[in-house]
């Protein structure tokens, strides 16, 4: 049981979610002084290829969480994390920044990239509300009524996808949500959360 906590923490929630997120929110930080950059020109036929497989991953997931498969809607969720984590390594904005012809690349990127990590925090609210609420938090965006309907309008305008974090918005501060977990501090754990009942009754 606590291999597969270290594993899923390390995994799956650190290397994932936090990577993605924590990426994402110190580049905008520094490299545009945490000011969200515009998507001025039209949109990039990966950046489309991109959110169109996000979209397709938001209706699945909303099919599972009404047919109440909340396990497959969780899986499918950490798959579009995933996916954003991918996108943002096969672009490399970092790199793109360094040269000026490809800077307005650079601000593509970063745009399409926290526009995905606000609609990522909408499908795991459910299940890590926290994670949810801190990412917001450095996002510098208040969670509205508009939050309880967005799935909805996700799914009916698939543009929407596009359009949740505007350019010019600046965010907050970015933090590490997750940390490594080494196995000697799991050992500690499970010594202590693992001895047997101390028996007083009820």
Avoid at 151 to 159: Q, R
Wanted: with cysteine; proline share 4%; hydrophobic share 40%.
């Amino acid at each position: 049981m606590w291999n597969d906590f270290v594993a899923k923490n390390n995994n799956e929630l650190l290397a994932n979610l936090g990577n993605f997120s924590n990426r994402a929110l110190k580049f905008t930080a520094s490299a545009f002084n945490s000011v969200v950059p515009n998507y001025a020109s039209m949109c990039d036929p990966a950046d489309s290829a991109f959110l169109n497989g996000l979209n397709a991953k938001i209706v699945t997931y909303c099919e599972q969480m009404e047919a109440v498969r909340l396990k497959e809607g969780l899986f499918t969720a950490m798959q579009y994390s995933s996916d954003c984590n991918g996108y943002f390594q096969q672009f490399k904005p970092w790199d793109l920044n360094k040269k000026e012809d490809t800077k307005a690349r650079c601000q593509q990127v970063v745009n399409i990239a926290l526009n995905a990590l606000f609609g990522l925090c909408v499908l795991l609210e459910p299940f890590m509300p926290s994670f949810s609420a801190k990412v917001y938090e450095q996002l510098a965006i208040e969670r509205t009524t508009r939050h309880e309907t967005l799935l909805k309008e996700l799914l009916s305008d698939p543009t929407v996808l596009r359009n949740l974090v505007p350019g010019g918005h600046t965010i907050g501060t970015p933090e590490p949500i997750f940390r490594e977990i080494k196995m000697e501090e799991a050992n500690v754990m499970r010594a202590k959360f693992s001895g047997a009942s101390s028996g007083s009754g009820i």
